[in-house]
């Protein structure tokens, strides 16, 4: 009698033991949720079995088409968004002339210089409301004439 009794114990504790590993690994509660149903995480809706973590595992779901060791991660990269990248929004185009008075007329030859220097101004649209500016140029360029009235070009070439 006093084997049997112990047999029935090592037996009941095997059997905690093997339910605490399932509950451990997730596997008990997706048996429970699949197999007995919300009636016995005592829930009598099928809502109210959400709430009860039968979610996770998918309640209504079959054993197969569960994932038994799939945890959801989020994702480890970061969202590339485009209010974090600058584009341009606009972009104003200018040419500043320089005429050097009466040093642009060339003392050997009978033309006139002056120079010109184009630029554009880029409006830069970012992630913050203020816009920001830069400035560009262009590389620098000689006009040359050889018609004028009262000492000035008229009339340029670029060369």
């Known amino acids: 009698m006093l084997f049997l009794l112990l047999s029935l114990s090592l037996s009941l504790l095997f059997l905690l033991l093997l339910l605490l590993w399932l509950s451990y690994s997730g596997v008990a509660r997706l048996i429970i949720c699949n197999f007995v149903g919300s009636s016995f995480l005592g829930a009598s809706s099928p809502s109210a079995a959400a709430g009860s973590g039968c979610d996770q595992g998918g309640a209504g779901r079959s054993l197969a088409s569960a994932s038994l060791y799939y945890e959801q991660t989020r994702q480890h990269t970061l969202e590339t968004r485009t209010e974090h990248l600058s584009y341009i929004e606009a972009e104003y185009n200018f040419g500043v002339v320089a005429d050097l008075d009466l040093g642009s007329r060339d003392p050997q ?51």
């Open 109 to 159: 030859e009978f033309i006139w210089r002056s120079y010109l220097k184009k630029g554009r101004v880029v409006r830069l649209n970012g992630r913050s409301q203020r816009d920001r500016f830069t400035l560009v140029w262009d590389e620098e360029l000689e006009l040359v004439s050889s018609t004028a009235t009262r000492n000035r070009s008229i009339h340029a070439q670029i060369t």
